[in-house]
């Protein structure tokens, strides 16, 4: 303007570049109140996939035994080998003459998937058993323990696994009473378990 003063604005001018002011700063406050949001929370995943929260080894051991049995202890060597010490309720002497380990059952659900299916014995069937295991039948009284070692199998073969890996699978025993004749076996699944490899 030729007298040096500056033009007025109109009110509504003003009120138009104050929202605008003002939408920004929502804008720019919205922006940083959930970027530093999204910031945390993707260090706390961080920080709990790093302490192995997602790892599926941390799964929890569990035995759920059929009735007349209870699972004392268990576990999985990294070689494939369960170890087991399994108590008997069944009110008679039982004699054990095999024992399966595999990771399923088979289609017809009497049977291990893999493995040892037939659930042989030691004598008959040393390879489904770990080296150096006594090769006679195993007593267990009713209310007492027994100790069981087998190799378990899954479809790629022995199941063998690393430290903290978890092996989930089927025990099976082939067993006879006593007072009954000697051809008379029951091959049972008597355990359910899932075991971590140690």
Same mark, same amino acid.
């Given at each position: 303007?030729?007298?040096?003063?500056?033009?007025?604005? /109109?009110?509504?001018?003003? /009120?138009?570049?104050?929202?605008?002011?003002?939408?920004?700063?929502?804008?720019?406050?919205?922006?940083?109140?959930? =970027?530093?949001?999204?910031?945390?929370?993707?260090?706390?995943?961080? !920080?709990?996939?790093?302490?192995?929260?997602? &790892?599926?080894?941390?799964?929890?051991?569990?035995?759920?035994?059929?009735?007349?049995?209870?699972?004392?202890?268990?576990?999985?060597? *990294?070689?494939?080998?369960?170890? /087991?010490?399994?108590?008997?309720?069944?009110?008679? *002497?039982?004699?054990?003459?095999?024992? /399966?380990?595999?990771?399923?059952?088979?289609?017809?659900?009497?049977?291990?998937?893999?493995?040892?299916?037939? !659930?042989? =014995?030691?004598?008959?069937?040393?390879?489904?058993?770990?080296?150096?295991?006594?090769?006679?039948?195993?007593?267990?009284?009713?209310?007492?323990?027994?100790? !069981?070692?087998?190799?378990?199998?899954?479809?790629? =073969?022995?199941?063998?696994?690393?430290?903290?890996?978890?092996?989930? =699978?089927?025990?099976?025993? &082939?067993?006879?009473?006593?007072?009954?004749?000697?051809?008379?076996?029951? !091959? &049972?699944?008597?355990?359910?378990?899932?075991?971590?490899?140690?």
């Amino acid at each position: 303007m030729p007298d040096g003063k500056q033009p007025m604005l /109109a009110p509504h001018k003003y /009120a138009h570049a104050r929202t605008r002011g003002f939408k920004a700063q929502e804008a720019l406050d919205f922006m940083l109140s959930y =970027g530093v949001a999204i910031l945390i929370i993707a260090i706390a995943i961080y !920080v709990v996939a790093q302490l192995g929260a997602f &790892n599926p080894s941390i799964a929890p051991v569990s035995c759920t035994p059929s009735p007349g049995f209870a699972c004392i202890s268990y576990a999985v060597d *990294t070689d494939g080998t369960l170890i /087991a010490t399994i108590s008997q309720a069944t009110g008679g *002497t039982m004699t054990i003459v095999g024992a /399966a380990c595999s990771s399923s059952v088979n289609a017809t659900g009497n049977k291990p998937e893999y493995g040892n299916i037939g !659930v042989l =014995g030691w004598s008959s069937a040393p390879s489904y058993y770990p080296s150096g295991i006594a090769s006679s039948a195993i007593t267990s009284y009713s209310g007492g323990s027994f100790l !069981v070692e087998a190799k378990c199998y899954d479809g790629a =073969g022995i199941a063998r696994g690393n430290l903290g890996n978890v092996f989930t =699978g089927y025990l099976w025993l &082939n067993y006879t009473f006593s007072g009954l004749p000697s051809s008379i076996y029951h !091959v &049972n699944n008597i355990a359910t378990f899932t075991a971590k490899y140690t």
